[in-house]
C-alpha cells in the first residue's frame, strides 16, 4: 500500500512539473533577395544581395556597352572599376571582397590580366578561380565576377 502511495505521489509530482505550454520553434525570416538590375534589355541583373552578401554578375571592360580600346590591361582595368562601382553603390567595396571568378578568352594573358587585377587587392587577396572561356559578352578579352560581404 505504502509502494502504492509513493509510486501515486511521483506521477502526480511528474505530471505538475511538466510544462503545460507548448514552446513553439520560431523560424527565422530572411529578408528576400534585392536584384540590381542591370539595363532592361539584359536577361540577367547586375548584381544580386542576399543574407549580406552581394553577387556580381560578370563584367567586361566596358562603357556604355562599347569594349574599352587596347587589349587585355585597359579591358581589365575597366572590368575592375564596373565592379568597383557596383559594389559600393550597393554598400560594399573592394575591402570587403571575398571571391572572384576571372574569364578569359586567352588564358595566354593571365599574366597581363593578374598585373592589373592585383593592383586593386593592395590590402588582401580573395579567393579566385581563372578559366580560359570562349564567347565573352561583346567579345571582351576578359570578364570578371565577384562576391563581397557588405557592412551591416
Request: negative net charge; aromatic residues 6%.
Amino acid at each position: 500500500m505504502l509502494r502504492i502511495t509513493i509510486l501515486s505521489l511521483a506521477i502526480a509530482l511528474l505530471v505538475s512539473c511538466t510544462p503545460t505550454k507548448k514552446e513553439s520553434v520560431t523560424e527565422e525570416k530572411t529578408k528576400p533577395a534585392e536584384y540590381i538590375t542591370a539595363d532592361p534589355g539584359l536577361p540577367f541583373s547586375k548584381a544580386v544581395i542576399y543574407d549580406g552578401i552581394i553577387y556580381v554578375a560578370g563584367q567586361v571592360g566596358e562603357i556604355d556597352m562599347k569594349l574599352v580600346e587596347g587589349g587585355i590591361g585597359p579591358e581589365t582595368q575597366q572590368t575592375m572599376l564596373n565592379i568597383r562601382k557596383i559594389l559600393e553603390e550597393n554598400g560594399s567595396s573592394m575591402d570587403q571582397v571575398i571571391k572572384c571568378t576571372c574569364m578569359l578568352a586567352d588564358i595566354a594573358e593571365w599574366g597581363d590580366m593578374n598585373a592589373v587585377y592585383t593592383t586593386f587587392f593592395p590590402n588582401h587577396k580573395p579567393a579566385r578561380s581563372a578559366l580560359g572561356a570562349s564567347g565573352l559578352a561583346l567579345n571582351a578579352r576578359v570578364e570578371i565576377e565577384c562576391m563581397a560581404y557588405i557592412s551591416q
